[in-house]
C-alpha cells in the first residue's frame, strides 16, 4: 500500500515519522510532498527510505491513501491540484473542515474519507489519535485503526464528536505541557535544575498516565491512594482546586471545543 502525505509541516512530519517507524508500512511506500526543501531534507536524512517531491501531484498520483495535512484555508486548493482518482482514500489533516465541505470541493460523494486528528506524539508512537470516516468498510476503518494504535491509541469516533475530543487530545497534549512546565518553573525556585526537574516531572506525567491505562481504575482512586489524610499531597490537592484548577482546565477544553468546528 502506497501513502502519500501532503505536508510536511508540524503533523504532516510527525505523522511521515510515525508511518515509517511502523511496520504496516515500508518506509519506501511513503512519499511525503512539501513546497519547501529544508523540512523534507530532514525527513529523507532520518528515514532515507522515504520519497520526497516538490510535487502534490506527483506525490499522489498512483498513492493508495493521500493524507492531506496542509492548513484548512489550502484545502480547496491542494484538492483541485491533486485531480483525486476512484479508488485512492483520502484521509484530511484540517480541523473544521467537514466531510460535507470535503465531498464540495472533491466532487466525489462516495469517495472513501477519513478525518484524522492525531498529536504531535505521534512521532514518538505515542499519539492519541481520533478517526472518523465516510464512506468506508468496516475493514478499512479496522486498518486505519490498526495503523494507528501502532503509533500510541486510535479510536473510531462521529464526526460530531471531533470538536470536543480533539480540545481533549491535540490541544490536550500542549495543557499536559504546560503542566510539566509550571512544575519544572516551582522546582527551579526549589533549588531543582531544570533538565533534572523536566525529567522528573515528565516521569511523573507518564506513570500517572499509565496507570489510567493499564488498569481498571479513575484518577479519583488514584489521587486518593496518594493523599494521607493531615499529608502534603492533600494540601497541594487543596490549594490546587482553591487557584480553581479543575475549573479552568474544564473552561480550556470548552473552549478549545467551540473553535473547532
Same mark, same amino acid.
Given at each position: 500500500m502506497k501513502v502519500a502525505i501532503i505536508g510536511a509541516g508540524n503533523m504532516g512530519?510527525? =505523522?511521515a515519522r510515525g508511518l515509517a517507524k511502523g511496520t504496516f508500512i515500508p518506509a519506501g511506500d511513503i512519499i511525503i510532498a512539501n513546497p519547501s526543501q529544508g523540512k523534507l531534507d530532514k525527513l529523507k536524512a532520518e528515514f532515507p527510505a522515504?520519497? #520526497?517531491?516538490?510535487?502534490?501531484?506527483?506525490?499522489?498520483?498512483? +498513492?493508495?491513501?493521500?493524507v492531506l495535512a496542509v492548513k484548512p484555508w489550502l484545502m480547496e486548493q491542494v484538492i483541485e491540484e491533486l485531480q483525486l482518482k476512484s479508488g485512492q482514500?483520502? =484521509?484530511s489533516v484540517a480541523a473544521g473542515i467537514s466531510f460535507w465541505t470535503l465531498e464540495r470541493y472533491i466532487g466525489n460523494e462516495g469517495m472513501t474519507m477519513f478525518r484524522l486528528i492525531p498529536n504531535t506524539a505521534i512521532s514518538e508512537m505515542q499519539s492519541m489519535t481520533l478517526i472518523a470516516s465516510h464512506n468506508a468498510t468496516p475493514e478499512q476503518e479496522q486498518l486505519l485503526l490498526d495503523v494507528f494504535n501502532q503509533m500510541g491509541?486510535?479510536?473510531? =469516533?462521529?464526526?460530531?464528536? =471531533?470538536a470536543a475530543t480533539t480540545a481533549m487530545t491535540s490541544c490536550g497534549i500542549a495543557y499536559a505541557l504546560k503542566y510539566i512546565? +509550571?512544575?519544572m518553573q516551582a522546582g527551579i525556585e526549589l533549588g531543582v535544575y531544570p533538565k533534572?526537574?523536566?525529567r522528573m516531572v515528565a516521569q511523573s506525567v507518564k506513570g500517572a +498516565?499509565?496507570?489510567?491505562l493499564n488498569n481498571d481504575t479513575h484518577?479519583? #482512586?488514584?489521587?486518593?491512594?496518594?493523599?494521607?489524610?493531615?499529608g502534603i499531597t492533600i494540601r497541594g490537592i487543596n490549594e490546587l482546586e482553591h487557584g480553581g484548577f479543575t475549573s479552568t482546565l474544564i473552561n480550556a477544553v470548552k473552549v478549545s471545543s467551540c473553535q473547532g468546528e
Open positions: 512530519g510527525a =505523522i522515504l520519497q #520526497v517531491t516538490n510535487d502534490n501531484r506527483e506525490a499522489a498520483n498512483g +498513492a493508495d491513501w493521500v482514500v483520502l =484521509i491509541l486510535a479510536m473510531l =469516533i462521529p464526526e460530531g464528536k =471531533i512546565q +509550571a512544575v533534572d526537574g523536566m +498516565a499509565e496507570l489510567i484518577p479519583s #482512586v488514584e489521587i486518593d491512594k496518594v493523599c494521607t489524610p493531615g
